[in-house]
């Protein structure tokens, strides 16, 4: 038996596009990069006018980017699904620290690079009981796209999320002369309508929309390797 898809979700069409439903602002995301090229932060950019339902291009080839034109069917796209249907939890390495501790599922990753800068949070983790270097910590991990990396309190056991309206980001990377992936921010299901599969729900969740990724419906990075370009 089906399961009821909620008003607010992403289906991914067999060989085809992304259908969002329930009306998800759709606005351009650009990663901020310091003089030397890493990652800060985020700068919003133009947001699409959209309808209550609309599909975006995943294959990479359409003519009217971010939006489906049929070119998936031109090109014959393969949009096999590929990537681990376990929980975040169980695809995750946990690195310990003494008050937080940091879960890294490096499947997942989208190539923010916002873990590298200030001596990369895998290192950061273990010194996090120092306020600077915990501020840091928690900043870097929570603008990770992908969710690869997840903060963790370690006296209650919960995960550190950051607030995130529901909304589409379309990523533009200037620092790799490319453009990313789809950013889903505020838990937005993902559902296949191949085999009515629903996708662990997240609070960041990162889509391959250069049609390259081996990791789909998940972006792996591989973006910035073709330099793909959303316009």
Not at 108 to 122: E, N
Not at 190 to 208: K, M
Request: aromatic share 8%; hydrophobic share 35%; proline share 7%.
């Amino acid at each position: 038996m089906a399961k009821t898809k909620p008003d607010i979700h992403v289906s991914i069409s067999k060989d085809g596009p992304y259908i969002v439903s329930g009306g998800i602002p759709l606005a351009e995301q650009t990663i901020v990069a310091d003089a030397a090229g890493e990652s800060e932060a985020w700068k919003q950019g133009k947001t699409l006018p959209t309808q209550k339902d609309y599909a975006l291009c995943r294959c990479g080839h359409s003519k009217m980017k971010p939006f489906c034109d049929g070119a998936h069917l031109r090109v014959k796209f393969d949009g096999s699904e590929t990537a681990s249907r376990k929980p975040y939890v169980e695809q995750a390495k946990l690195f310990d620290g003494p008050v937080l501790a940091l879960t890294d599922a490096q499947g997942l990753c989208a190539f923010g690079r916002f873990c590298d800068p200030h001596g990369q949070v895998w290192n950061q983790v273990a010194q996090a009981d120092d306020p600077k270097v915990k501020a840091m910590f928690l900043h870097q991990v929570a603008e990770c796209p992908a969710g690869r990396l997840v903060a963790w309190d370690k006296a209650t056991g919960k995960p550190i999320e950051p607030k995130l309206p529901v909304s589409i980001g379309l990523v533009e990377d200037p620092a790799q002369q490319c453009s990313g992936p789809l950013w889903l921010r505020g838990r937005i299901a993902v559902i296949s309508e191949e085999d009515d599969y629903h996708y662990e729900v997240r609070n960041r969740v990162t889509l391959c929309r250069c049609g390259a990724s081996k990791n789909k419906p998940f972006c792996d990075g591989a973006h910035a390797a073709i330099k793909f370009r959303a316009t």
